[in-house]
């Protein structure tokens, strides 16, 4: 049980992938400009990620272990599909949330966070739950920093900064300062 | 004066539409291994060579790709690429291939890359496709290369490993861990539009005192 706490832990606050690893850095600049978009945008990648941990895990059991080098052509079809297949289910079951979500359901392709979650995963051995925990996790730390940052630049948008700095150098700035406070986190477990 | 298209294309991605100081694409990679240069040298390398590979191949067969299924036969393709960089990179350097670790294959991810597939390589002939890849990934490479020479001069007081400064130099240890990151290309970007105001308000004095003349 420790370990699963840990795991979660980690890839929520010490090792937060947005603000620790740089992944998903478009999303996290691109969309952050509402509260509301980018939690519902933090959920489906959150759901994606979970998806995408359990393929991955499916994927290197039974089939890479034969062909290693074919790793990374499969898990990026894996995802692109499995985008696909969420935006087909979503609009048939919910077309308000279809509209909602827009763009950025299919945008979560090219979100490097996701990518980057199924290889940190396979190169770290995770087993099946140990993936799924990880896999909640940094989905969780993504729509964390995702809405902080959305808060912020949401206040932001009402006070008066120079226009030199307007747009993304501010937003570059604010998410220096967010991450130099998630380092914080950093002595939180012993790793020993 | 007559202006050479291929060369226009390879020039505008190193300066005018530098892909990270101006159109802010590729970040991801960008900001994670650019805490020391040679780290931001080989993976500039890397995603030189699968841009560069990538654009020359989608558009030498950008008839023969289906418009509907075309994201993911460029996915395909740039993930070969950067399949063959990866294995190459652990055949010759296997020191920085650990250090990068799973940023290599975060390549495939990188949206510079597909961004120009999409925007231009499907588009265009062979040849201005792969000099606008190379004028791209020159500008990418570029910028690693400033960004990662900052971070380490600041963050460890060398450059390329070799120490810069005396025994007293106190390093700047943020710079090299990740809010570094965020900082410095926070800092160069505001560079960037203090250029392009200064640029802009020369412009308009040109053009006002051309108007005062005639």
Known sequence: MDNFLWIFVSALLVNNFVLTYFLGLCPFLGVSNSLETSARLGLATTFVMLVTAVCAWLLNTYILVHAPYLRLICFIVVIASTVQFIEMLIKKLSPALFRAMGIFLPLITTNCAILGLAIFATNRGYGFWQGIVYALGAGIGFTLALVLLAGLREESELSDVPKLIKGTAMNLIIAGILSMAFMGFAGLFSTT | ?214
């Not at chain 2, 020391?36 to 993976?43: D, L, T, W």
């Not at chain 2, 509907?68 to 950067?82: E, H, M």
């Not at chain 2, 990662?148 to 005396?166: H, M, N, P, T, Y």
Request: proline content about 5%.
């Open chain 2, 1 to 214: 004066m007559k202006k050479n298209p291929s060369r226009e294309e390879l020039l505008k991605g190193i300066w005018r539409d530098n892909p990270v100081f101006v159109q802010v694409l590729g970040m991801c990679p960008m900001l994670a291994v650019t805490n020391s240069a040679i780290n931001a040298v080989a993976m500039g390398m890397a995603t030189f060579f699968v841009l560069v590979g990538s654009s020359f191949l989608v558009s030498t067969f950008r008839h023969l790709i289906p418009k509907q299924v075309r994201i993911s036969c460029f996915i395909i393709i740039i993930a070969t690429f950067v399949t063959i960089a990866d294995y190459t990179l652990l055949a010759l350097v296997p020191g920085v291939h650990k250090e990068l670790g799973a940023f290599i294959p975060l390549i495939v991810a990188n949206c510079l890359i597909l961004g120009r597939q999409e925007a231009f390589a499907s588009r265009y002939p062979t040849k201005l496709a792969v000099m606008d890849a190379i004028g791209m990934a020159s500008g990418f490479v570029l910028a690693l290369l400033s960004l990662g020479s900052v971070r380490e001069i600041l963050g460890d007081g060398a450059l390329f490993g070799i120490k810069l400064f005396g025994e007293n130099f106190e390093p700047w240890v943020i710079m090299i861990l990740p809010p570094g990151g965020f900082l410095t290309l926070g800092v160069i970007l505001l560079f960037f539009n203090w250029f392009k105001s200064k640029k802009d308000e020369f412009l308009e004095e040109v053009a006002a005192a051309q108007r005062s003349e005639s």
